[in-house]
Each structure stands twice: as structure tokens, then as C-alpha cells.
């Protein structure tokens, strides 16, 4: 490949991308080269830069940037609960229940979940005296899940309730029943 051909195939090139062409650049290669194929090479150069104006008349102007989206909220776990044991709302944060004479004891467990695609995790376990029937939930930005058993003689389980993706935010909604 002799130079002319080289620096044609690079103008060819800067078309191909999409570049400005610098004709004047071009020509000032092919007159240092100089010999008998300069005005060959000067034509070829000249319809090389007569498709690149033609291209750049018929491309189509780059859309305005598009308005940033708005901020989606992040996806939120509706409350729900489940189990046969009664729960309610008590005041700000506080989770209560009924008393029931076969429970000796309560066990509860407080799980988060950090990220929507992770599992929960347990934060926290308590057992607490069948007389107790009020819990203050510490809440916060991330799902919960709240497991209440009551175990009567022997650790059977007699009542249960799993409260499950209640936050500060959803604290207030209307829970599901499964």
C-alpha cells in the first residue's frame, strides 16, 4: 500500500466514524508526498470529503438530553401478618396481644432486612413472662419481621403471630391478614 492509498483510507476512515474531515490536513499529507499520482490522490480526497458534507446534511441532530426521571421511591413491603394470635397497634411503635391462660411464656424475635434481595436476619430474641403482653418495637427505615409464640407446658406452641415487613414508615398502614 503506497502512501496516497494510506491517507485516503484514513480520510475514509475519519468519514466512516462520523468525524469532522480536515481537508486542508489531508491535502498538506498528499502534497509532501508529492509524484506523478498527487492530483489522482487530490480527486479521490475531494469525493472523499464531498460524501462526508453530503452524510453531515441528512444526519439527524442529537436529541436535547432528556430531563433526569424522577426519583422512584424505593420498593415498599406492605405489613402483613399472620398466626392465631390476635396482635395490635398500641400507641406509637408498640406491638400488644391478648393474654391467654395456657401460655406460660412468650418468646419473641425481631428479624431485619437490611436489602430487599437479602434474607431477614435476626437481630434480636427475648422470652418474656406470660403476664407480659406488650412489646416497643424498635423501628427504623428497614423491613422488620416480629415472631410472637406463646408456649404453654411441655414448649408447646399454643399461640403464634409473625408481623412481617412493618418499618417506621408503614407502621400506620393497614396490615394484610394471610
Known amino acids: 500500500m503506497d502512501e496516497y492509498t494510506r491517507i485516503i483510507a484514513d480520510a475514509r476512515r475519519v468519514v466512516a466514524r462520523g468525524s469532522r474531515v ?4 489531508f491535502e498538506r499529507r498528499i502534497r509532501a508526498v508529492g509524484g506523478d499520482r498527487e492530483e489522482d490522490a487530490l480527486r479521490q480526497l475531494a469525493a472523499v470529503v464531498a460524501v462526508h458534507r453530503a452524510r453531515s446534511r441528512f444526519v439527524e441532530r442529537a436529541a436535547p438530553a432528556a430531563e433526569p426521571a424522577a426519583k422512584t421511591k424505593p420498593l415498599r413491603t406492605r405489613p402483613t401478618i399472620s398466626g392465631s394470635l390476635d396482635v395490635r397497634r ?63 407446658r411441655g414448649g408447646r406452641l399454643v399461640r403464634r403471630a409473625i408481623l412481617t415487613g412493618v418499618t417506621r414508615e408503614t407502621w400506620n398502614d393497614r396490615w394484610q391478614r394471610r
Request: hydrophobic share 40%; proline share 6%.
Open 22 to 25: 480536515d481537508a486542508n490536513a
Open 90 to 152: 398500641e400507641g406509637e411503635f408498640v406491638l400488644a396481644w391478648p393474654a391467654d391462660r395456657d401460655v406460660l411464656s412468650w418468646e419473641v424475635r425481631i428479624a431485619e432486612r437490611p436489602d430487599i434481595r437479602r434474607d431477614y436476619a435476626t437481630r434480636d430474641e427475648r422470652e418474656l413472662a406470660a403476664s407480659v403482653t406488650k412489646l416497643e418495637l424498635p423501628l427504623g427505615d428497614t423491613p422488620m419481621r416480629v415472631h410472637v409464640v406463646g408456649r404453654g
